[in-house]
């Protein structure tokens, strides 16, 4: 089980309305309502942390690069959105997606992948992830998506630094297929800065 990786991490001790806000904002676009992430199922946490603002260190082509402090814990995550988005039948409703990469010092997780796909996964399904010819299984738990073999974090992350998009694939529990392609362009040099930010 994967309880202890509920996702996002860094959503559920963020205000998404904030968090939305500070992605659309890089982008020089306001944000919409509808944009905002699904609130994900809480991570176990000793004490409720309020929300946090979070703070842009720093954009890197499509990926931002943040900081924030929930509870007096500092937090780094880098952030983007899928650059194309398909789901069939076509045109179905669901909130944005957003692909993460988060690191929590205090709890000595590095480099923690996570996707918030804006609809609930089909109970017990799997996503997958496909970066060039390597495809990751990823482990579903309602909005959120995260490798199923944590070993092969590490790996999924180096694939990702060194390829230009990544793949993610899953279903709804409609029955919605959707289909997200994120640009990889910047990912290396935003987890370069929160890696300093955050070590």
């Known amino acids: 089980m994967h309880l202890h990786r509920a996702l996002p991490f860094c959503l559920s001790l963020l205000a998404p309305a904030a968090l939305a806000a500070a992605v659309h904002a890089q982008e020089g676009k306001p944000a919409a309502p509808a944009a905002s992430p699904a609130k994900p199922k809480p991570a176990p946490h000793p004490a409720a942390a309020p929300a946090a603002k979070p703070t842009l260190v720093g954009q890197f082509n499509n990926w931002g690069a943040y900081t924030a402090s929930p509870g007096g814990k500092k937090i ?49 399904s799997q996503a997958t992830a496909a970066i060039g010819s390597k495809t990751f299984a990823l482990y579903t738990q309602g909005d959120g998506a995260w490798i199923k073999n944590m070993t092969q974090e590490v790996q999924l992350v ?30 290396a040099e935003a987890l370069g800065r929160v890696a300093q930010d955050c070590k």
Do not use: H
């Open 76 to 124: 780094c995550f880098v952030i983007s959105r899928p650059t194309a988005a398909e789901t069939k039948p076509p045109n179905r409703p669901r909130n944005q997606p957003y692909l993460f990469i988060t690191t929590r010092p205090t709890d000595k997780v590095i480099n923690e992948v996570s996707i918030a796909v804006g609809y609930p996964f089909k109970a017990s």
């Open 158 to 187: 180096d694939a990702m630094r060194s390829d230009d998009s990544v793949v993610v694939k899953g279903e709804s529990a409609r029955g919605t297929a959707s289909t997200d392609t994120y640009s990889l362009k910047g990912l």
